[in-house]
């Protein structure tokens, strides 16, 4: 028996663990229809992630708006993001941006993320209200650069908000079973999924489709790579192999620059960015008829010291659903 002082998410996941699905699912979904917010945050995340109940987005975001309702600080972020990514109903950022202000109220992250919104010029849904302007640095390949596409501020909390995300990009050895370098990329990198978009994330997102002109949806989830001295992005094309629905573009993002190496290089157009705080650069990694552009391979140099910190959004030929994961890689 558990002891009775733990939680009941941590007896829920007990039952979890020894097998028992029903009992913890009974456990939790009492305690939620009760009202207790943790509960209802574990359910919310159980119809997010699919385990051990069915996905069922539209279900999550009704749990999140109670527990956001009894003061559950990240439930109310989670709520934000999904209400403003359209996932268990279409995209909606006034209704966002209103969620926002009111957990502005109770929460400094909150609070945070509003501030950085609200000095943007943005229309009401989200997408700048101004027109972006960038310099072609490459015609083969195409490669525009947009000076301080974002600001400081915006890309010290992209920086941070993706800490959490960073994993080792290495790979498993199939022959040893140990960990080993990833053969392409050495850097720490993670994937912001939708539950973790949080409006200034999206607002970057609609700025990059703008600067693009392309659809919100055609991007996949914004990466975000940390390199440490000596490490890279070798000589790659960002295509993937036999997929349907490509990568035509790419936009990388400097969000530092107090380091020296770590310059993006197109060797075909012999063109090397040297990164500044906040500047994007958007290139065309496909040809007028679908097929990749050989001349668009490129690399990440090695850091030589500091450390170079970079979002990357891949924006697909078509629109991907971020909650099927099947979908991206085919
Ligand atoms: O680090 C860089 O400058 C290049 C990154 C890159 O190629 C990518 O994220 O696809
Ligand atoms: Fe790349």
């Given at each position: 028996?558990?002891?009775?002082?733990?939680?009941?998410?941590?007896?829920?996941?007990?039952?979890?663990?020894?097998?028992?699905?029903?009992?913890?699912?009974?456990?939790?979904?009492?305690?939620?229809?009760?009202?207790?917010?943790?509960?209802?945050?574990?359910?919310?995340?159980?119809?997010?992630?699919?385990?051990?109940?069915?996905?069922?987005?539209?279900?999550?975001?009704?749990?999140?708006?109670?527990?956001?309702?009894?003061?559950?600080?990240?439930?109310?972020?989670?709520?934000?993001?999904?209400?403003?990514?359209?996932?268990?109903?279409?995209?909606?950022?006034?209704?966002?941006?209103?969620?926002?202000?009111?957990?502005?109220?109770?929460?400094?992250?909150a609070a945070a993320h509003l501030a950085l919104v609200e000095a943007m010029a943005l229309r009401p849904d989200g997408a700048p209200s101004t027109l972006l302007s960038g310099d072609r640095l490459s015609?083969?390949?195409?490669?525009?650069?947009?000076?301080?596409?974002?600001?400081?501020?915006?890309?010290?909390?992209?920086?941070?908000?993706?800490?959490?995300?960073?994993?080792?990009?290495?790979?498993?050895?199939?022959?040893?079973?140990?960990?080993?370098?990833?053969?392409?990329?050495?850097?720490?990198?993670?994937?912001?999924?939708?539950?973790?978009?949080?409006?200034?994330?999206?607002?970057?997102?609609?700025?990059?489709?703008?600067?693009?002109?392309?659809?919100?949806?055609?991007?996949?989830?914004?990466?975000?790579?940390?390199?440490?001295?000596?490490?890279?992005?070798?000589?790659h094309h960002d295509c993937l192999p036999g997929v349907r629905n490509q990568r035509i573009r790419t936009v990388l993002i400097y969000l530092t620059d107090e380091f020296t190496g770590g310059e993006t290089?197109?060797?075909?157009?012999?063109?090397?960015?040297?990164?500044?705080?906040?500047?994007?650069?958007?290139?065309?990694?496909?040809?007028?008829?679908?097929?990749?552009?050989?001349?668009?391979?490129?690399?990440?140099?090695?850091?030589?010291?500091?450390?170079?910190?970079?979002?990357?959004?891949?924006?697909r030929a078509n629109p991907v659903d971020p909650w099927n994961a099947a979908q991206t890689a085919s």
């Amino acid at each position: 028996m558990p002891a009775p002082h733990d939680s009941i998410i941590t007896r829920a996941n007990s039952l979890l663990a020894g097998g028992r699905v029903h009992d913890a699912i009974a456990l939790a979904t009492r305690a939620a229809q009760a009202g207790d917010p943790d509960a209802l945050m574990q359910v919310a995340i159980w119809r997010l992630s699919g385990h051990p109940l069915p996905r069922d987005l539209p279900e999550a975001r009704r749990l999140l708006r109670r527990a956001a309702e009894a003061g559950h600080a990240d439930a109310a972020l989670t709520e934000v993001a999904l209400v403003g990514n359209g996932s268990g109903g279409a995209p909606d950022w006034p209704g966002a941006l209103a969620l926002l202000r009111s957990a502005a109220r109770r929460d400094a992250t909150a609070a945070a993320h509003l501030a950085l919104v609200e000095a943007m010029a943005l229309r009401p849904d989200g997408a700048p209200s101004t027109l972006l302007s960038g310099d072609r640095l490459s015609t083969s390949p195409d490669v525009t650069r947009f000076r301080q596409f974002c600001t400081p501020a915006e890309c010290a909390h992209v920086a941070s908000a993706a800490q959490h995300l960073l994993a080792p990009s290495a790979v498993v050895d199939p022959r040893t079973g140990r960990l080993t370098e990833h053969p392409v990329r050495t850097s720490d990198g993670g994937v912001f999924p939708p539950t973790r978009e949080d409006l200034v994330l999206q607002a970057i997102n609609r700025r990059i489709a703008l600067a693009t002109n392309t659809a919100v949806a055609q991007g996949e989830g914004l990466v975000v790579l940390r390199y440490r001295p000596g490490q890279q992005f070798r000589l790659h094309h960002d295509c993937l192999p036999g997929v349907r629905n490509q990568r035509i573009r790419t936009v990388l993002i400097y969000l530092t620059d107090e380091f020296t190496g770590g310059e993006t290089q197109f060797p075909a157009a012999s063109l090397t960015v040297r990164p500044q705080v906040g500047d994007a650069v958007l290139f065309t990694n496909t040809l007028s008829d679908g097929r990749p552009d050989p001349s668009a391979t490129h690399a990440g140099l090695p850091v030589s010291t500091g450390t170079k910190w970079l979002a990357t959004r891949w924006i697909r030929a078509n629109p991907v659903d971020p909650w099927n994961a099947a979908q991206t890689a085919s």
